[in-house]
């Protein structure tokens, strides 16, 4: 169970939800309606007793639903009296630890099997939300721990989830997120500063972002489960980040120190090992390149460097290759250059 706010034009109402599975999708359900205000369905007897309005269990039981007492505590957590509130999460975080925190009814064999279903977009935002890093690496690569909070979730309650989370991004995070949430990275693959987009042209960064949230927008795998909705309109879930990107920059950042440190290192590595590529044999150069001698003979430099291209982007490790490999890859191409009119 979850307690969403639904936004509207008079204003906020809360509603008690729940995902279901329902022709092997998850959904959402209302289960109860709270109107706008949570707080009229807690009664305080005295000191620092509470409990709720016996509509709320009345609700829940006639729709069928399993829950615990601390369930329906949590939700209502956010609209107890300031002095319980802070009893109740001291607690709440001692059981959340004892029993291995959110997300720990799923198991990893479960994780492992259902991670790839995960949409793309939600294991970005997550992943930034967790650990604030721009480069998410490739997140299919195995089944990430991180990632159980959303597995047997409804469309509906992994917005809702993060939601949350994004409640706590600080105002120079925000456009960080949405640069990797979206992907913008993929724009500018071969960019110096794809990790640091406060450096990119803003204008292309704009047009990117407004490509691939139309294109989220008209993604029936991100809304599977979901009510359907025009895709010429922005789905609600949705209209909060154009509202994000274009209220919010980058603020007054600075590009990391490591980041030169970094680039002048790979420089330098780079450089040596170009400075040494007399010590490769051509034999091994040619090899490296798929280049026979009979090749070339009759090879010149834009087809070298055509094939030179087509093998660096399967080896460079933006494409996940090593980064030694693509180091060697180099300097026989180097080697042959020379040897070639």
Request: hydrophobic fraction near 35%; aromatic fraction near 10%.
């Amino acid at each position: 169970m979850y307690l969403r706010c639904v936004r509207q034009s008079g204003g906020a109402r809360y509603v008690i939800k729940e995902s279901i599975l329902e022709h092997g999708l998850w959904v959402s359900r209302d289960l109860l309606d709270l109107g706008s205000d949570p707080e009229s369905f807690i009664i305080y007897p005295g000191g620092k007793g509470y409990y709720f309005r016996p509509e709320v269990e009345e609700a829940l039981e006639g729709k069928g639903v399993s829950y615990t007492a601390d369930e329906l505590e949590q939700l209502f957590l956010p609209f107890l009296r300031s002095d319980i509130r802070r009893v109740v999460e001291m607690f709440a975080h001692r059981n959340a630890s004892a029993h291995g925190g959110e997300g720990s009814r799923v198991t990893d064999g479960e994780l492992a099997e259902q991670h790839l279903s995960l949409h793309r977009f939600d294991k970005r935002r997550l992943h930034f939300l967790r650990f604030g890093r721009i480069d998410c690496g490739d997140l299919n690569a195995r089944p990430w721990k991180f990632l159980k909070v959303l597995l047997r979730r409804s469309r509906d309650e992994v917005e809702h989830i993060i939601e949350g989370m994004e409640a706590q991004l600080r105002p120079h995070e925000v456009r960080n997120y949405l640069y990797t949430a979206f992907h913008l990275e993929c724009y500018f693959r071969s960019h110096l500063l794809k990790h640091h987009p406060i450096g990119l042209d803003p204008d292309k960064l704009d047009a990117c972002f407004m490509d691939e949230i139309c294109q989220l927008n008209r993604d029936r795998s991100f809304f599977s489960g979901a009510p359907a909705h025009e895709a010429e309109s922005l789905h609600a879930y949705l209209r909060k980040y154009v509202i994000f990107y274009f209220d919010c920059d980058f603020g007054a950042q600075r590009l990391d120190p490591s980041f030169y440190r970094d680039f002048m290192h790979r420089r330098r590595a780079h450089a040596r090992a170009l400075s040494a590529r007399a010590t490769m044999p051509l034999e091994n150069a040619m090899g490296l390149l798929g280049i026979t001698r009979e090749d070339m003979r009759s090879l010149n430099q834009v087809e070298l460097a055509r094939r030179y291209r087509k093998i660096a982007k399967t080896v460079h490790p933006d494409s996940g290759g090593e980064h030694e490999e693509f180091i060697k890859i180099t300097e026989a191409y180097e080697i042959l250059r020379c040897r070639l009119p």
